[in-house]
């Protein structure tokens, strides 16, 4: 699998717990960390925590993919899981407002998922 397919499919996922504003940033060429970021928003912690754990769940059943590393599971606000070329970014609304990923990325190239543009692939 690609890393732009890693990325589409976690931003599925995200959307399959009800996950909100998720975006996708192509970071290829201004980061030598990774290829992707994939970025959203939920209401609560426990949102939070259902949306990773279904993202880490599914990649493993589905795909056999692995996750590196997970950070932030005792907290509250924002929880990042590193698929090595995908970097995904869990927030809480208020703590996503506050790093402004999407201000301090803003010369990739973004793509906003919705279930109606899902819909249309």
């Known amino acids: 699998m690609t890393a732009a397919e890693l990325a589409d499919n976690i931003a599925q996922l995200g959307l399959d717990k009800k996950g909100d504003q998720i975006c996708t940033l ?3 060429g201004l980061s030598h ?3 992707y970021f994939v970025i959203m928003s939920a209401d609560s912690e426990v949102q939070l925590r259902a949306i990773a754990d279904n993202i880490e769940k599914k990649l493993k059943e589905d795909f056999n ?3 590196y590393h997970r ?3 005792d907290s509250s606000s924002w929880i990042l899981l590193d698929y090595i070329d995908v970097v995904v970014h869990l927030f809480r609304k208020e703590a996503r407002e506050y790093y402004g990923l999407e201000r301090l990325w803003a010369d990739a190239k973004f793509k906003w998922i919705t279930e ?6």
Not at 116 to 121: R, Y
């Open 65 to 67: 993919q692995s996750i």
């Open 26 to 28: 192509d970071v290829r």
């Open 33 to 35: 960390v990774t290829d």
């Open 116 to 121: 109606e543009n899902v819909n249309e692939q």
């Open 71 to 73: 950070e932030g599971q």
